[in-house]
């Protein structure tokens, strides 16, 4: 009998649940054992796993975060964590590992599997969006619903009081959130780090607004925009409690503009809570095909999603670089930059 262990790392993510969901449903249909690997890396660290079940996976749809709890730990960057990873891996009997993670989870799935040959499988979870060989990394349709549903909360006051309001996105490096929730949410400026903004710009556009009557602006930035001539703080090594950009740009623009301004940081609200039925969809699907890649002995792969179609593709591919947002997207973004 084939055992698989399954771990979730790095940012919790709405969706995540689903897959556990699945890839337990879709094994004990296989005539797997599942291992559930607590926090990450870490469970494999700390032997903290444990045995998953229909009666244990069943009523976790619907709910936010992991059932198996996260971390950001990063074993191959300390050589003794490492070594204890592999120790427990083979100790353990497990004969595979569904590793669900973002960019660096799955970097270090690959690392374990081309140093020390464990097989692993990937499975893309991402609010960012920003993975690539996948169009698609599930959580992301939940913050976008969730980022839309507070810009239109913060239009009606921006409107009220006559006021700018810059909203800031996450998206890490890239400004999937930002476009799409800003597109959806009708904000009247949005911001990406993929293109860095010229502030001038921005407060020209502003003005503009307020000679046309339209004295209240909706500014969406996403957290990795950069400004123009600005030395830019890369989002790994920033202190968490530096200004976020958000507020930098919005001090620039009521100062340059003399228009009254408030900031509203979405943060962490965006990846927290109940999943949209779309992830909880693809993460179902994903946990499915993540069992299938296993009985296929088909490792070193990160399931994907191409065309409406579940895939597969190597898990090198996936976390080669960043996924950057879709240029015709925001070409379409700038028709509303009025
Ligand atoms: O990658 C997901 C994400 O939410 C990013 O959008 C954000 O930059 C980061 O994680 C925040 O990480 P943490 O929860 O560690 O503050």
Known sequence: MRKIGILTGGADCPGLNSVIRAVVRKAMQEGFVVTGIKNGWNGLIDNDMKILDLRMTSGILDRGGTVLGTSRLRPPLYPEKEAKVVENFRRSGMDAIIAVGGENT???ALDLYKKHSIPMIGVPKSIDNA???TDYAFGFDTAVNIATECIDRLHTTAESHHRIIVIEVMGRYTGWIALQAGIAGGADIILVPEIPVDIDEICTLVRARHRRGKNFSLIVVSEGAKIKGQV???KEKRDNHAPHIGEIIGKIVEDETGYETRVSVLGHIQRGGTPSAYDRLIGTQFGVKAVELVKANDFGKMVSFHDGKIHSVN????????KAIDK????IAQLFAD
Do not use: R, T
């Open 315 to 322: 898990i090198a591919e996936a976390v080669s670089k960043h």
């Open 131 to 133: 993975l690539c060989g």
């Open 328 to 331: 015709d997207l925001f070409e």
């Open 106 to 108: 799955l970097q270090i």
């Open 232 to 234: 830019e703080v890369d």
